[in-house]
């Protein structure tokens, strides 16, 4: 059964740093795509960035480009979530998520096509 755990969120002053895992168990997830997404209050959940696990290659949306990075560590089995500069509509749970598929479209940007979620981490940004 597969297991996503997100952690290191927290509060942080606007600009400053913040680095997310998702620790994920269960099975090899070399095949896997591995997404961010994040919900802030009263929005829609959106699309964050997203790493191919093989190949370890990444796709981000326009509004976290040269800020947020995405990286894995292979033999740990955790994704990471790197942001820096950091704004006050950053602030959101934040969560990782899972597609079983190895030729997946990084780009797409779906929830719907992610199978295993994790239940997120709260990131709270102060002006």
């Known amino acids: 059964q597969v297991q996503l755990v997100e952690s290191g969120g927290g509060l942080v002053q606007a600009g400053g740093s913040l680095r997310l895992s998702c620790a994920a168990s269960g099975r090899t997830f070399s095949g896997y795509v591995m997404g961010w997404f994040r919900q802030a209050p009263g929005k829609e959940r959106e699309f964050v960035g997203a790493?191919?696990?093989?190949?370890?290659?990444?796709y981000y949306a326009d509004f976290v480009k040269g800020r947020f990075t995405i990286s894995r560590d292979y033999a740990a089995n955790t994704v990471y979530l790197q942001m820096n500069s950091l704004k006050p509509e950053d602030a959101a749970v934040y969560y990782c998520a899972a597609r079983s598929n190895v030729y997946y479209n990084i780009a797409r940007g779906s929830e719907d096509d992610y199978n295993y979620w994790g239940r997120g981490t709260q990131v709270t940004v102060s002006s």
């Open positions: 790493i191919r696990w093989i190949s370890g290659s990444t």
